[in-house]
C-alpha cells in the first residue's frame, strides 16, 4: 500500500474528516504531519478571540506535531508520496524542495488570480511562484480561478487534478428534520415572525467579508418584509452595529461554534457572502449543503463553480450596493424562489465532496508511481 505523508499547518474542521475518511478507505496509508506546535493557535486575531472547535479534529487518522526533523521524519515514515498544503510556510517549502524529483509531491493551495498585484509586483510574484511550482508533481486544483492560477504561474494541463473545495456535506443535512425544528425554535426566541424572510451573513466581521456593503443594501428593501441576520464577531463588529442602528430589522448574533452550524444556517431563507476578497468561500458549500440559495459576489473564488445564476442563487459586483440589492429583491417578491433555488443548491453541492477529493489523491498517488 502506497504512504502520502500530508503536510499542514495545523487542525482545521475542513480538513480533519477528510483525512478521517483518506485513512477509511484504506486505499492508501496517510499520516497527517501538522507543522504548527499543538496548542498555539487557538487565538483566532480575525474573530478577536480564542476558538477550540467542538467537532474533534484529530480522531480516525495518524498524525504527529512537528516542524524540526520534518523532512526526516516523513523518510523514516517510508513515504512514498506527499501532499503539502499551502507553500507560505518555510518548512512546507523546504519539504517541496528537499522531496522533489525523490518523491511524488503533490500540491493543494486555493489561491487565485482575482486579487493579482499590479506592476513589478505581479512580475516578482510571477519569478517567485513559477520557482516554487517547478517542485510540484501535480497540484490538485479546487475550483475555475484556481485551475487558472495554476497554469499561470507554470503548471501544465497533465500536472492538474480536479479535487474539489469541499465540506463534511453529511454533517449538514437534515434528512429528519431536526435541525430545521431547532432553527425554527431559535427564530421565535429572536422574536422572528415564522412568515418573515430572513437573509443571513455568517462569517468574521472584518473589512475583507463587507459586511458593511450587505447592511446598506438590505436597508433599500421593503421595511415590511425581511430581516437581515448577521452572525459572526470581529473588528467590523461595533462598525456594523452603529450602521445599523434604529433599524429593528437587523439583528446580530456572536459566534457560533461547529456543532451549531447546521441549525444557524437554517435560520435564514438566503445565504449572502458579499467578500471584497476571498480564494473560495467555503460557508456557501455549507449554506447550499443546508438548501439554501447563496447571494454570493464576484470577487469569491467559489462564484464561478457553485452559484448558476437564477438557478440556485445570483452573483453580484463585489461593493456595489446597487446589485445586491436587485439581486435580493427577487426573494421577496416570491419566497417559493428561495425554496426552489435550495433544492438546486443542495443537489449541486452533492457532487462537491470529501470522496472525490479522496479519489482525486488516490488517483494522482497511483498515476505518478506508474
Not at 495554476?150 to 487534478?161: D, N, R, S, T
Not at 469541499?166 to 443535512?173: C, E, G, L, S
Not at 428534520?177 to 431559535?186: F, N, T, V
Not at 436597508?219 to 462598525?239: F, Q, Y
Request: charged share 25%; hydrophobic share 40%; proline share 5%.
Amino acid at each position: 500500500m502506497k504512504r502520502l505523508a500530508i503536510i499542514t499547518t495545523h487542525p482545521i474542521q475542513y480538513y480533519a474528516p477528510m483525512f478521517n475518511l483518506l485513512s477509511r478507505r484504506g486505499n492508501i496509508h496517510v499520516k497527517v504531519y501538522y507543522t504548527i506546535p499543538q496548542g498555539k493557535t487557538d487565538f483566532d486575531k480575525d474573530f478577536g478571540q480564542t476558538v477550540k472547535w467542538d467537532i474533534p479534529l484529530l480522531e480516525g487518522y495518524e498524525y504527529a506535531f512537528v516542524a524540526a526533523g520534518l523532512n526526516k521524519a516523513i523518510e523514516e515514515w517510508g513515504a512514498d508520496a506527499i501532499l503539502v498544503i499551502g507553500w507560505n510556510h518555510w518548512v512546507h517549502m523546504k519539504a517541496m524542495w528537499h522531496f522533489s524529483k525523490r518523491k511524488t509531491v503533490l500540491f493543494r493551495g486555493d489561491s487565485t488570480l482575482l486579487d493579482e498585484l499590479p506592476g513589478w509586483r505581479k512580475i516578482a510574484r510571477k519569478t517567485v511562484l513559477r520557482r516554487v511550482y517547478r517542485y510540484v508533481d501535480k497540484a490538485l486544483y479546487v475550483g475555475i480561478n484556481n485551475k487558472q492560477y495554476y497554469i499561470e504561474y507554470g503548471l501544465k494541463p497533465h500536472q492538474l487534478e480536479f479535487a474539489p473545495h469541499a465540506i463534511d456535506n453529511q454533517r449538514f443535512y437534515d434528512p429528519e428534520g431536526d435541525y430545521s425544528r431547532k432553527a425554527a425554535e431559535w427564530r421565535r426566541d429572536l422574536g422572528i415572525d415564522p412568515a418573515t424572510f430572513v437573509f443571513l451573513f455568517v462569517a468574521k466581521l472584518q473589512p475583507e467579508k463587507d459586511p458593511l456593503t450587505l447592511i446598506r443594501a438590505f436597508r433599500r428593501l421593503d421595511p415590511k418584509k425581511a430581516i437581515l441576520l448577521i452572525v459572526g464577531s470581529g473588528v467590523l463588529e461595533e462598525t456594523l452595529k452603529q450602521e445599523a442602528a434604529g433599524d429593528e430589522r437587523i439583528l446580530f448574533l456572536p459566534f457560533q461554534n461547529q456543532s451549531s452550524m447546521p441549525i444557524v444556517y437554517r435560520l435564514g431563507e438566503v445565504f449572502c457572502l458579499p467578500s471584497q476578497t476571498e480564494t473560495w468561500g467555503l460557508a456557501v458549500n455549507e449554506a447550499m449543503a443546508c438548501e439554501r440559495p447563496v447571494l454570493v459576489s464576484d470577487r469569491c473564488g467559489c462564484a464561478p463553480d457553485l452559484v448558476i445564476p437564477g438557478k440556485n442563487g445570483f452573483i453580484f459586483e463585489a461593493g456595489n450596493v446597487d446589485d445586491l440589492t436587485a439581486k435580493m429583491q427577487p426573494f421577496l417578491g416570491d419566497p417559493a424562489i428561495g425554496r426552489q433555488m435550495g433544492a438546486e443548491s443542495v443537489s449541486l453541492i452533492r457532487q462537491w465532496s470529501f470522496d472525490r477529493i479522496a479519489s482525486a489523491i488516490e488517483a494522482s498517488i497511483t498515476a505518478e508511481n506508474e
